[in-house]
């Protein structure tokens, strides 16, 4: 599956859920903005290079991951579970697009990838099948200040 969705980004955030989640962006503290992401059961959230703007983003699932993207200026991986007849919406706050990955245990890679002739950012979103993901951050830039140990739980965000 390969798919290319286009968002208007607002505050630093792009959102990979389970679109049935009733309270679906996540609760963002000083240690998630740190480390670059927030993340939960069915829901994460990856803090975006800039503020606001349009993001294009990549969206694929291949059978492995490969070296991270030679453009690359933010990599971060995280486990992701899909259920059975799930949908997955990519979402920031004011703009969300639907997409469908079939059900099953997941690595999801981000990479931040910077911008183009157009202004336009760039990000490439990965689901690999993985028995065993990990959280990780491949590669941070000076934005991110990532401790010896990764948040690994965040909170519903209040609505």
């Known amino acids: 599956m390969k798919a290319t969705v286009g968002l ?52 694929d699932t291949p059978e492995h991951f490969g070296s991270l993207h030679v453009n690359a200026v933010r990599a971060i ?3 992701f579970g899909v259920a059975d007849n799930i949908v997955l919406e990519i979402s920031s706050i004011s703009d969300s697009e639907l997409i469908s990955i079939p059900s099953g245990s997941y690595a999801v890679r981000c990479e931040f990838l910077g911008v183009d002739d157009f202004g336009n950012q760039h990000v ?21 200040a990532v401790g010896a140990t990764l948040i690994t739980q965040a909170q519903p965000a209040v609505s």
């Open 8 to 59: 208007h980004v607002s505050y630093s955030q792009i959102a990979v859920f389970d679109s049935t989640l009733q309270r679906p962006f996540n609760d963002w503290t000083s240690g998630h903005v740190a480390q670059g992401f927030a993340w939960r059961p069915g829901s994460v959230s990856f803090r975006t290079l800039v503020e606001s703007g349009t993001h294009t983003i990549e969206v």
């Open 77 to 79: 991986e995280v486990p």
């Open 124 to 144: 490439h979103l990965s689901f690999v099948r993985e028995e065993n993901p990990r959280f990780a951050v491949l590669l941070a830039d000076q934005e991110l």
